[in-house]
């Protein structure tokens, strides 16, 4: 762990914005003492307050009469007597309230055509496709995986799994054929869900080939169906009996399919994110907690109300768009935006536009986007959001990675005009919803920090033997106490899952999150400082150095290689690989030719967004005598640093002339 990376990180002096009187007159959590309230009532009876928190967002068909089960911890169980259906919570109980006709999804397609479906016909589409999976030979507890495009198809896919029990993953539409295949063979599907072509900024993407491909690369032989659904009607190539359109399958089905029920901690879904090692781990969620969890968050940190239109801008194939577009607006019956596009096309100003035409109060994105439309904003007027109106904006919110003050202060003047409260929410595919965030009614404004925690969330500063470290230090970032919609454990692999969120080394009870993290001696506000293992952020993605440095000694030119992440200034960070070819260091044209095709083939073995933006080649790597590579070393070459590190275990220090 690179704990001293992290140490001693101390936090400048910040402008304060605390919310305006008038909005926490009409906030939910009008106030610090109304956080405070909730924070002493979770102190004070754990299971009781999240007893209550349980039994009020959620209907359950057989209500829970045990909250925790710490008994296997740290595979904890939570409601686990109680039963219910995800998909009766997002969908029937608000048709049988008489929000049939409310529109739950507002679609605007890559092109801007906008589709409204409502809550009465999104139900309807879900039985029918769900019926379809039944019939299919889908059952309680199989898995499906679901590699869609941004679409209304796509969340009535997930839905359709919830309402029979089955267990979807979703597979981010940017991943190549040997990814999904990896993700198809690992999570053991026996149907996949997918469309003939994707359309972004214009483009159409083949994703019905991605998927025939990945099939064929075996191990997958269990996947008896692939369902397609049309989005643009391009060519594809069919494989009879196994393959079939969805409009035609959701035809011929009923509209009405009785909702499954399953136990809280039935699994809802298992998605596939970056880790320290090669491979992608499979975070497993359940049904109850998740759920919980991804509807209360939005009522406290997006202070939710039925009259808002949120928007959040994520992918249905990362956990933001679990759990703010699948599951939790829907659970808690709100109108939200989904968008097929990109934010670039036809211009820059298209999420500006798309806020103005469609009246978004609740903004959801993040800080990579702010940033690269900053710079398109700033060079011309025309897509400035000084240029639309935004007045339907309340709260601005952002996530995936650290903000820049900067950036928090242009978003919060230019998008929000200095009237709507910008919220930095910390968390991870791993927690399910929000945990270090911003009460917007109550808690002031620090540019570049998420604040504190959420009510309920023990998160504290520890040193690498698990001990709290003195607030304004800087140390790693732990949960003490589980909470409801913590994973449940990595899909296939329960020690990887205990050892590496809840590791010995911290005595085996906290839960590891993986940053850095400082708190601040006056206010108690959390700054996250960034990843302390192989984890690279970049653009908000996560990716595992290990698993670029194994796509990359998978080619044949390829010796050795390393990857590291560089500071930029738009995505956040950048992937920089060092490379030892088999054959002699190549030079000038060269070497640019190379480099090329070992981005495309990283491009082929991962996906488009795992690609090194830099590639450097050295005769070897820097290491020390007993042959660890010196990562810390290649960090300060890849950021173009002056060496300060101790470079007298290095065995090779010419090398370093070499890759600088
Ligand atoms: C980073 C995304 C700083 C962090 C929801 C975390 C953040 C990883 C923030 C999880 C934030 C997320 N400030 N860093 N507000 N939000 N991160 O699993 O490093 O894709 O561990 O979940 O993103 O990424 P993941």
């Known amino acids: 762990m690179l704990i001293d990376d992290v140490a001693g990180a101390v936090l400048r002096e910040p402008p304060i914005f605390p919310p305006s009187a008038a909005f926490s007159a009409q906030a939910a959590i009008s106030g610090m003492d109304a956080y405070r309230t909730l924070c002493a009532e979770a102190e004070r009876d754990y299971e009781g307050f999240w007893g209550r928190l349980g039994r009020d967002a959620l209907t359950w068909k057989k209500p829970f009469s045990t909250v925790l089960d710490e008994s296997r911890a740290p595979f904890y169980q939570w409601f686990k007597d109680g039963e219910l259906n995800a998909s009766y919570n997002c969908l029937d109980r608000h048709v049988e309230a008489g929000q049939g006709t409310r529109v739950a999804v507002i679609f605007e397609a890559d092109d801007g055509t906008v589709t409204n479906v409502t809550y009465q016909d999104l139900l309807q589409r879900v039985c029918r496709f769900a019926n379809a999976l039944k019939k299919r030979g889908v059952q309680k507890g199989d898995r499906v995986v679901i590699y869609m495009p941004m679409s209304v198809e796509g969340i009535v896919a997930m839905q359709a799994c919830a309402r029979i029990g089955a267990t979807h993953s979703v597979v981010f539409g940017g991943f190549s054929s040997k990814s999904l295949n990896e993700r198809l063979v690992n999570v053991g599907a026996i149907a996949l869900v997918t469309c003939d072509e994707q359309m972004r900024g214009g483009k159409a993407l083949p994703l019905k080939n991605?998927?025939?491909?990945?099939?064929?690369?075996?191990?997958?032989?269990?996947?008896?169906?692939?369902?397609?659904?049309?989005?643009?009607?391009?060519?594809?190539?069919?494989?009879?009996?196994?393959?079939?359109?969805?409009?035609?399958?959701?035809?011929?089905?009923?509209?009405?399919?009785?909702?499954?029920?399953?136990?809280?901690?039935?699994?809802?879904?298992?998605?596939?994110?970056?880790?320290?090692?090669?491979?992608?781990?499979?975070?497993?969620?359940?049904?109850?907690?998740?759920?919980?969890?991804?509807?209360?968050?939005?009522?406290?940190?997006?202070?939710?109300?039925?009259?808002?239109?949120?928007?959040?801008?994520?992918?249905?194939?990362?956990?933001?768009?679990?759990?703010?577009?699948?599951?939790?607006?829907?659970?808690?019956?709100?109108?939200?935006?989904?968008?097929?596009?990109?934010?670039?096309?036809?211009?820059?100003?298209?999420?500006?536009?798309?806020?103005?035409?469609?009246?978004?109060?609740?903004?959801?994105?993040?800080?990579?986007?702010?940033?690269?439309?900053?710079?398109?904003?700033?060079?011309?007027?025309?897509?400035?959001?000084?240029?639309?109106?935004?007045?339907?904006?309340?709260?601005?919110?952002?996530?995936?990675?650290?903000?820049?003050?900067?950036?928090?202060?242009?978003?919060?003047?230019?998008?929000?005009?200095?009237?709507?409260?910008?919220?930095?929410?910390?968390?991870?595919?791993?927690?399910?919803?929000?945990?270090?965030?911003?009460?917007?009614?109550?808690?002031?404004?620090?540019?570049?920090?998420?604040?504190?925690?959420?009510?309920?969330?023990?998160?504290?500063?520890?040193?690498?033997?698990?001990?709290?470290?003195?607030?304004?230090?800087?140390?790693?970032?732990?949960?003490?106490?589980?909470?409801?919609?913590?994973?449940?454990?990595?899909?296939?692999?329960?020690?990887?899952?205990?050892?590496?969120?809840?590791?010995?080394?911290?005595?085996?009870?906290?839960?590891?999150?993986?940053?850095?993290?400082?708190?601040d001696s006056e206010t108690g506000y959390f700054t996250i400082t960034g990843r302390i293992d192989d984890v690279l952020n970049v653009s908000g993605h996560r990716l595992g150095t290990m698993e670029i440095e194994s796509a990359l000694v998978a080619n044949p030119l390829v010796a050795e290689a390393a990857v590291v992440g560089c500071p930029d200034e738009t995505t956040g960070e950048i992937v920089v690989a060092f490379v030892v070819l088999k054959g002699p260091r190549p030079e000038g044209t060269e070497a640019e030719r190379i480099a090329n095709e070992l981005r495309a083939w990283v491009g082929k073995e991962i996906g488009p967004i795992a690609k090194p933006k830099v590639i450097r080649f050295g005769e070897n790597l820097p290491k020390t005598r007993s042959g660890k590579i010196m990562r810390r070393l290649l960090r300060s070459l890849a950021a173009g640093d002056e060496i300060t590190q101790d470079v007298s275990t290095l065995e090779n220090p010419a090398i370093l002339d070499q890759l600088g």
């Open 210 to 519: 991605i998927a025939d491909e990945a099939l064929a690369m075996g191990g997958c032989e269990a996947v008896k169906s692939v369902i397609v659904y049309r989005r643009t009607g391009g060519k594809v190539a069919w494989h009879d009996g196994r393959d079939v359109w969805m409009h035609e399958l959701m035809q011929a089905e009923s509209d009405q399919c009785a909702p499954a029920w399953v136990g809280a901690e039935h699994p809802l879904f298992i998605l596939y994110t970056s880790g320290s090692t090669g491979t992608p781990k499979g975070v497993q969620h359940c049904t109850g907690g998740f759920l919980l969890w991804a509807a209360q968050t939005l009522k406290w940190t997006f202070d939710w109300k039925p009259s808002d239109v949120f928007w959040c801008t994520a992918d249905i194939g990362w956990i933001t768009g679990h759990s703010y577009i699948a599951y939790g607006p829907l659970a808690l019956g709100a109108t939200q935006v989904m968008f097929e596009g990109v934010p670039t096309w036809p211009n820059a100003g298209r999420f500006w536009q798309m806020i103005e035409r469609h009246k978004v109060s609740l903004f959801y994105t993040a800080p990579t986007a702010i940033r690269s439309l900053i710079k398109l904003a700033e060079a011309d007027i025309k897509v400035h959001p000084d240029s639309f109106d935004l007045s339907s904006l309340r709260i601005l919110g952002t996530v995936g990675e650290p903000i820049n003050p900067a950036a928090w202060m242009w978003y919060y003047e230019h998008v929000g005009r200095a009237r709507c409260p910008v919220v930095d929410t910390w968390w991870q595919t791993e927690t399910g919803g929000h945990m270090i965030a911003p009460m917007p009614g109550a808690t002031p404004l620090v540019p570049g920090s998420c604040t504190l925690p959420l009510p309920g969330i023990m998160a504290a500063v520890v040193d690498e033997t698990g001990q709290d470290v003195p607030d304004g230090q800087g140390g790693l970032l732990v949960i003490k106490r589980p909470w409801p919609s913590m994973l449940r454990t990595v899909w296939g692999d329960p020690e990887r899952f205990r050892k590496g969120y809840f590791p010995d080394d911290l005595g085996g009870k906290l839960y590891l999150a993986g940053d850095g993290a400082v708190r």
